[in-house]
């Protein structure tokens, strides 16, 4: 072949070999996000979340990293998604099933009456010291970076089918479902008994009067339906409900400043529109609840008193018990305003 027919063919060449380059080179990135859930973000402030994080990382990085949803534990329950997000590229955002085999310590943060409103439980999320030694603690042990706390469905009430709740001598004789052995031991200070069912048996439970009562938020009540069995929510802000968004530790490091700077903004962006869209809409939920025929029980000062009273010491002995270190109840409770109890 002819030198002058030859440089066409070369100089061909050459360009698709750097378009072929170039496009390797600007490939987006695709990371998985696992949580629970349905993809329904109106029942779903987990998949609110997830949906809000995936725009704001893909736009914040112009499409160099992409986020595919896994929403209803599809890429597995909560232990294998852990041990997933501990040795592949990838996020998941755990409960306290997933987080807690790991680092137990979080019980701590889940002691009843703790936080008075939203602002105190973002603070003490955000800003406190023992929050900063649990996100310690996941790296030294796994590896994995803890990104965010999630806001899922506004503070956990209880709910039964007996008899109106005011304060904690009206527990006594029931039986609730509980979510883990915390709130059992939560609900035996108060003179009921507790039984571990899972949330996918909550209804059933509650229908066949297996249990006659539970703990969750406005949101999951309505989600579960649970409002066809139960008669009665009272609104005592028992706990923080929320979720754990857990990337793996290798590849987030590895991210260029850059980007790692764009998910972290990502992340905090979309945790403010989850509060600000789980807050707003909390009362709009519980005038659901009344409107679908449960009474709504709102306790008196004195009535939340007494929940404390009974409540917070049971549950801190019940932490000792598990072998929980005195110095992470005593951080967690000086985060949140009641180092008062640590002379109890």
Do not use: C
């Not at 709130?183 to 909550?202: H, M, N, R």
């Not at 339906?225 to 139960?230: A, F, M, N, P, T």
């Not at 400043?257 to 903004?265: L, V």
């Amino acid at each position: 072949m002819h030198f002058s027919m030859l440089r066409p063919v070369l100089l061909t060449t050459a360009i698709t070999g750097l378009l072929t380059t170039a496009s390797l080179a600007n490939a987006a990135t695709t990371i998985n996000l696992s949580y629970n859930g349905p993809s329904d973000a109106d029942k779903n402030a987990v998949h609110l979340f997830a949906s809000n994080l995936k725009r704001l990382v893909e736009e914040k990085t112009d499409g160099d990293i992409q986020l595919k949803l896994y929403p209803n534990s599809m890429l597995g329950e909560e232990q294998e998604r852990m041990e997933q997000v501990a040795n592949t590229p990838s996020l998941n955002i755990a409960s306290f099933a997933g987080l807690s085999p790991i680092v137990p310590e979080i019980y701590v943060s889940a002691t009843p009456f703790l936080f008075d409103d939203y602002n105190a439980a973002h603070e003490f999320f955000d800003e406190g010291d023992y929050w900063n030694k649990v996100e310690q603690a996941l790296k030294e042990r796994t590896g994995a970076e803890l990104l965010g706390v999630i806001e899922e469905g506004g503070f956990l009430g209880f709910t039964n089918s007996k008899r109106p709740i005011k304060g904690p001598d009206d527990f006594e004789g029931l039986r609730f479902r509980a979510m883990d052995p915390s709130q059992v031991a939560l609900y035996e200070a108060f003179g009921a008994s507790g039984t571990p069912i899972p949330w996918t048996d909550t209804y059933m439970a509650l229908k066949t009067n297996v249990a006659d009562g539970q703990m969750n938020p406005p949101m999951y009540i309505i989600m579960g339906s649970l409002y066809e069995v139960q008669k009665y929510f009272t609104r005592a802000n028992v706990q923080y409900s929320d979720q754990f968004l857990v990337a793996n530790g290798s590849w987030y490091e590895g991210l260029s400043e850059d980007d790692r700077h764009a998910i972290d903004s990502a992340v905090e962006e979309a945790n403010e529109l989850n509060r600000e869209d789980v807050e707003k809409r909390v009362d709009e939920r519980v005038q659901f609840l009344a409107d679908n025929g449960m009474t709504v029980i709102e306790p008196s000062d004195e009535e939340m008193a007494a929940f404390r009273e009974k409540g917070q010491p049971a549950y801190i002995e019940w932490l000792e018990e598990q072998g929980i270190g005195d110095e992470w109840i005593k951080m967690a409770l000086e985060d949140a305003g009641q180092s008062d109890l640590l002379s109890d």
